[in-house]
């Protein structure tokens, strides 16, 4: 063992050196994110107003359907 100081204050300056660069490390690492339940919310806020906005579109096309299926029932009972 050495008889001058100065190797401690090195050897305490290097650990000191050592915990700032870990904790330096440590306070940047977050555990990984869980996105099961949140996978299914955003999904839902992604296709909802789009599926929306198809079935406001062919809402028009559905009831010219159902009125020319209305018009041959009634044509259809008129004749018999």
Same mark, same amino acid.
Do not use: C, Q, Y
């Given at each position: @063992? /050495?008889?001058? #100081?100065?190797? +401690?204050?090195?050897?305490?300056?290097? $650990?000191?050196?050592?915990?700032?660069?870990?904790?330096?490390?440590? @306070? /940047?690492?977050? #555990?990984?994110? +869980?996105?099961?339940?949140?996978?299914? $919310?955003?999904?839902?806020?992604?296709?909802?107003?789009?599926?929306?906005?198809?079935?406001?579109?062919?809402?028009?096309?559905?009831?010219?359907?159902?009125?020319?299926?209305?018009?041959?029932?009634?044509?259809?009972?008129?004749?018999?």
């Amino acid at each position: @063992m /050495r008889k001058d #100081p100065d190797h +401690v204050l090195d050897a305490i300056d290097g $650990v000191v050196d050592d915990w700032e660069a870990t904790s330096a490390d440590s @306070m /940047r690492w977050a #555990p990984p994110e +869980v996105k099961r339940e949140e996978l299914a $919310v955003e999904v839902a806020e992604i296709f909802g107003p789009l599926v929306n906005a198809l079935a406001d579109l062919l809402r028009p096309v559905g009831e010219a359907i159902e009125n020319a299926m209305d018009r041959l029932v009634d044509d259809d009972e008129e004749h018999r």
